[in-house]
Nanobody, 129 residues
């Protein structure tokens, strides 16, 4: 059974950067689309970004992070990444990596939580001065 483990979260000042990693174990990530979601207490988990199965595949972002966040993946390492630049306090959340086997995300489906059947445990990102 494939398992996902996130890392790279932490405390950063506004305007700073973090890179989150999502490492797969127990199998290969290459047949899975990967998404990053985030959640703050009392709110629904929201989609942040998604990438198709190919390392150079299509990517999708929620509007609030476009131009600041970049999702990528290295299938040789069975790892996906979320590079977060120019972080803002409203980016503070618990960030989750998710994977969907043989899922081809599209503009209107990439952030559908029900499409993703594997989830990591989350990593906390706090943006504060």
């Amino acid at each position: 059974q494939l398992q996902l483990v996130e890392s790279g979260g932490g405390l950063v000042q506004p305007g700073g950067s973090l890179r989150l990693s999502c490492a797969a174990s127990g199998g290969t990530l290459r047949f899975y689309a990967v998404g990053w979601f985030r959640q703050v207490p009392g709110k629904e988990r929201e989609g942040v970004a998604s990438i198709t199965m190919m390392s150079d595949g299509s990517t999708y972002y929620t509007d609030s992070v476009k131009g600041r966040f970049t999702i990528s993946r290295d299938n040789a390492k069975d790892t996906a990444y979320l590079q977060m630049n120019n972080l803002k306090p409203e980016d503070s959340a618990n960030y989750y990596c998710a994977a969907a086997e043989y899922f081809a995300p599209l503009e209107n489906t990439w952030n559908a939580r029900d499409e993703y059947d594997l989830w990591g445990q989350g990593t906390q990102v706090t943006v504060s001065s």
